[in-house]
Every structure is written in structure tokens, then in C-alpha cells.
């Protein structure tokens, strides 16, 4: 069978085997793949091409046709990263002899600031979780160990329940890619663990005597994947958010993490410290932190600061 006749769906199942038996490429990451390629795909087709016929010119009008649609900067390099991943693929199979997406530059990134919340604002979540009406002991263990942490949502939903015997002082966390990493337990979060890890076990050995089997998380769920599901818990905290009187607009998991590494930072914690926490593989990325507070110092002067008041009319 020739690379033409074999169908685009094959190349893209085939690479993302290989993402994930040899990089361990998260679910999440691999579903974004899928996605991107998937589109690319159907581009060629209405054009009458195949990945393995695809030019440097073709690639590039693809990301034209992107702009058009009015897809952002972020989501155009993500595709052109996936696109070069797949030729690159192809090209040590021997699918292709050249990688023709591998000279073309990508839109870059528009330079975001982070959203995140100040300290009465994550307070205020806190408390929202530990006055909730059900699962009240999980709940706070969800925002504790979030806020205390900086985990990822993925993270946090998926520990598994060893990780939490034995009242540790540190998490043991596998992040991207497979790496693990020690982030520390602060008491607030240490208590509500363990007050929550009581509850669970009882609820787990009532579970077993019915018939149903022990779980191996630490937030179990009789869902497909065994634990509590990141969109679940996107709910929860929009919940926290209208009852803690915060705008649901500015809370995500993720804004908890960025609060967790701003608020660390600004106590004077350093940044090698911090991108051990985050499981950053890069300083770089977690040096976005410190435009963060930039920015927050130059807010603060141009509200207070009394040469930088509107004069009266």
C-alpha cells in the first residue's frame, strides 16, 4: 500500500501511538492533536491532497485559511506545532522524505498576562467550599490542596489515594509527560486532607462490602475514568465562585494556580523554587509571574500615588 492510499485518520492514529507510548503524552494533549490534525485533514481533502502530498505552500495557505477563520495566535502555532510533530513522524517511518512544514515560522504568542485573584478573593473560595451543602470534606480538600499546590486541574482530580497515607507533609505528583515532582502540604491543607481522607475510607469500606471495588483515587467517581472529571470540578469551582460572592467570570482551576505561584512570589519565595512546584520545564514560563506583580505595582502607584491623580476641575 502506497502513503497516498493509506488515509489521513491512519497517519494521525499512528503518530499518536507513538506520542503516547514514547513521550506519555497526556490524554489532553493527545485530544488536542487529534483535533488539530483532524482539521488539516479535512483542508487537504476539499483541495484533492494527502499529508504525503502536501507542499511547504500547501501548509502555509492552510495557516492563511486559519487566520481567515479568525483563530488566535495560540491556536494557529499550536497547529502548525502539531503539523510539524506529524511530518516529523512521517519522515522517520519513512512516510515522507522531507518535512515540509519544518522552515515555516509561527504566528508567535500574544504576551498574556495570567488572570488571577488576590488573597480575600481565594479566601473567600476557600470558605464557600467548606460551607457547601454536599460533600463538604472533599470539597475543601479539592481547594485546599489546589491553592496549597499550584497543581494542575489534571493533577489534582487524577491523585491516586496512596499518595495521600500516612499524613505526608509533601505530594508526590506526575505531571506532563510522566515527570513527577514533590510540591509540600501546607497544615491548612494537611487537615482538610486528612479530615477528608476519614470520610472516604468510611464511604469506601461501605462501597466494598456491597460489592463494589476499592478505588485507587483519591477522589473517586463512578464515571468512566474512575476519579472526579476536570469539568466536574470546573462546575464546583463556578459554584464556590457565586457563593464566596467572587465573579464567576475570573475563576478557573487554573486562576488558582496562578495564584498559588503569584501570591508564593510575592511573599518572596524565588522563581527556581516556584517552577519546581508548577512543573514548569522551563524557567521562562514561570517567569510570566513577575509581570504579573509588575503589573499589579503599577496599578497600585497609578491608583494611590498622589502625583498621579486626575487634577480637579
Not at 503539523?83 to 504566528?107: C, H, M, S, V
Not at 508567535?108 to 495570567?114: D, E, F, N, V
Not at 498559588?260 to 523554587?273: E, K, P, R, V
Not at 491608583?303 to 480637579?312: C, I, T
Request: proline share 5%.
Amino acid at each position: 500500500m502506497s502513503v497516498t492510499s493509506n488515509p489521513m485518520a491512519h497517519w494521525i492514529q499512528a503518530f499518536l501511538e507513538a506520542q503516547a507510548a514514547e513521550l506519555d503524552a497526556a490524554v489532553n494533549t493527545q485530544t488536542a492533536y487529534a483535533r488539530d490534525l483532524t482539521d488539516f485533514a479535512g483542508w487537504l481533502t476539499a483541495k484533492s491532497l494527502h499529508y504525503a502530498t502536501a507542499s511547504r505552500d500547501d501548509v502555509e495557505h492552510y495557516l492563511i485559511h486559519c487566520e481567515a477563520q479568525g483563530l488566535a495566535k495560540s491556536t494557529r502555532a499550536r497547529r502548525l506545532s502539531a503539523i510539524k510533530q506529524l511530518y516529523r513522524f512521517a519522515f522517520e517511518e519513512g512516510w515522507r522524505t522531507d518535512n515540509p512544514a519544518i522552515q515555516i515560522k509561527g504566528p508567535g504568542r500574544a504576551q498574556r498576562l495570567p488572570k488571577t485573584l488576590d488573597i480575600t478573593e481565594v479566601d473567600r473560595l476557600l470558605d464557600a467550599a467548606r460551607r457547601s451543602p454536599r460533600n463538604t470534606l472533599r470539597n475543601s480538600c479539592l481547594m485546599e490542596l489546589l491553592y496549597a499546590t499550584g497543581m494542575r486541574v489534571t493533577e489534582l482530580v487524577s491523585l491516586p489515594v496512596s499518595a495521600a497515607r500516612g499524613d505526608p507533609r509533601m505530594l508526590l505528583v506526575r505531571g506532563k509527560g510522566g515527570k513527577e515532582r514533590l510540591v509540600p502540604l501546607s497544615p491548612p491543607a494537611r487537615k482538610a486532607l486528612a479530615a477528608y481522607l476519614a470520610e472516604r475510607d468510611q464511604a469506601e469500606d461501605i462501597a466494598r462490602k456491597q460489592g463494589h471495588p476499592a478505588s485507587r483515587f483519591l477522589f473517586p467517581s463512578r464515571g468512566k475514568a474512575g476519579h472526579l472529571t476536570r469539568h466536574r470540578f470546573f462546575g464546583l469551582i463556578k459554584e464556590f465562585a457565586v457563593a464566596g460572592g467572587v465573579s464567576p467570570a475570573k475563576v478557573t482551576p487554573h486562576t488558582l494556580r496562578h495564584a498559588f505561584a503569584t501570591h508564593l512570589l510575592a511573599g518572596g519565595a524565588d522563581l527556581m523554587s516556584i517552577q519546581m512546584m508548577l512543573g514548569h520545564a522551563d524557567v521562562s514560563t514561570t517567569e510570566i509571574y513577575t509581570h504579573v506583580l509588575d503589573a499589579r505595582l503599577t496599578e497600585l502607584v497609578m491608583d494611590h500615588h498622589p502625583l498621579s491623580r486626575k487634577p480637579k476641575s
